[in-house]
């Protein structure tokens, strides 16, 4: 029998079929190449016959240049950090899609010249938050902090309660991060209980700023007590306060949460928040307040190396003008709705997998939100098994397992993508 690894086409041919002109003109030689490789190596295997490796090439070929996969959000975490945090709203995409190319992000096409940055994203933020004297765009909520204490805290002290020294997800460590820049910080209080006393009394001369910290990812209950921003604002010094979770205004659904514009009513010189948790934008930083502080910190030199880039920008711009983005449909998503939709695709799936059901769920705001919200939900329930199958699927299906239950809960998937879930169950089961 001749040597199968003799058989198996090779590399410089496949690259020159017709069938892979087109996929070669749109994600590269170097992708293809890639995905021929692993064909062959299943050929060389016996996984797939030398004569299936083209079409397996074909099969295979990826939709996009990057490895990054659109993945389906069913694990009722709203802002799930690993899956990415917010979804982009179909206005965001199209903004980003906009001006991905060449596109007048620092230029007046009226006048010829050069023109602010971002000028846009900053008008829209502003007509938002109408509190702010300025606002300023940062790539995240930690380079928003740093750039506060680079620009106002260098060999001075930030005045912060010993109850809000935090960690948040991956490499976000408050302390670390805000004494890295060449501020000390001076802390006050202890992990349960700060009084407005314990912040007067550490003020003085020396001080920067008193930073107040959204405790975004845990709670602490019982014998507790913090002090709020309207009061911390009656001292003598900026207080800065970092609401975390990029609320512009307070959100029924959240009543607990914090939000830019109360907080600036309350008397914050500074606040900071991230762009894409609740807000439902992309990754960036969102810096309001007093103009003065505002231009100090964007006059920074190192503001510089925290610019945003032009697809954050248009991203931002239409998240705040634009429709009602996923993250907040998904937190307003009324229950009878959920279940509706949950009932529909149960229904649909029936024949093909009788140990369909339909549960009860709770969702979760999560990534660095609410952590005391519980959110009713609604979520298909499907043997354990259908777990991996799912997330191995395209697109991936991530979901969560509960007492040997596949979860996928309602609040989390776009209804626009409810076929599109139960076709990829159907070809699970
Ligand atoms: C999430 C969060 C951060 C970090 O924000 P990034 O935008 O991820 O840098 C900082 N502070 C609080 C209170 C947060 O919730």
Known sequence: MADPRRQVPRTDVLLAAPELRSGIAHLGRAVVKGIIRDAQERARRGEIAPGEVLAEVRRTLPGTASSLQPVIN????????????????????????????NTDVEFDLSSGTRARRGRGAREALLAAVPEAGDAHVVNNNAAALALAALALAQGREIVISRGELVAIGDGFRLPELMESTGARLREVGTTNRTTLDDYASAVGENTAFVLKVHPSNFAVTGFVQSVDAAALSALDVPLV????????????????????RSTLRAGAALVTA?????????????????????????????????????????????TVCGPRPPVSQALHAQLADLRARADDMAAQLREAEPNVGVVDSTAMVGGGGAPEEVLPSVALSLPERYGPALRLGTPPIVGRVSDRRCLLDLRTIDPLRDHQVVLAVRGAS
């Open 241 to 260: 306060v970092d609401v975390g979770s990029g609320l512009l205004r307070r959100d029924s659904a959240l009543p607990r949460e914090p939000d830019v």
């Open 74 to 101: 069913a694990t009722g975490i709203i802002v799930h950090t690993n899956l990415g945090r917010a979804p982009l709203s179909a206005a965001a995409v199209d903004a980003v899609v906009t001006a991905a190319g």
């Open 274 to 318: 991230s762009g894409d948790k609740l807000l439902g934008g992309p990754q960036a930083g969102l810096i309001f307040g007093d103009a003065a502080l505002v231009q100090r910190l964007a006059r920074h030199p190192l503001a510089r190396a925290l610019r945003t880039d032009k697809l954050t920008l248009a991203a931002l711009e239409a």
